[in-house]
Nanobody
């Protein structure tokens, strides 16, 4: 069973950086593909990034590619999302998610979700 807790969100200005963390339950973390999603008020939940079990393979949404970096430390049971050059359109509730299957971009493919951490970017 996988349990996820996000942290690291906050209020920043455009151009600033934040690093989100997602702490996971220990036993099955290394076998889980991890993803980050975000949801703005009144909007659908959108894919941000995903990472393979060993951290070698990653995939990003076009909107964040080149600015965001997903990584993981299996020894610490933690996945990260480094967000650089943040823009107001990045404002959303960011969720960490886990699946046992593959590097999915579809949120419906993920079995486990954290409660989310808020990122607000002002101009």
């Amino acid at each position: 069973q996988v349990q996820l807790v996000e942290s690291g969100g906050g209020l920043v200005q455009a151009g600033d950086s934040l690093r989100l963390s997602c702490a996971a339950s220990g036993r099955t973390f290394s076998a889980a593909f991890m993803g980050w999603f975000r949801q703005a008020p009144g909007k659908e939940r959108d894919f941000v990034a995903t990472i393979s079990t060993n951290g070698i393979t990653t995939s990003y949404a076009d909107s964040v590619n080149g600015r965001f970096i997903i990584s993981r430390d299996n020894a610490k049971n933690t996945v990260y999302l480094q967000m650089n050059n943040l823009q107001p359109e990045d404002t959303a509730l960011y969720y960490c998610a886990a699946t046992r299957d593959w590097l999915y971009r579809d949120s419906n493919k993920y079995n486990y979700w954290g409660q989310g951490t808020q990122v607000t970017v002002s101009s």
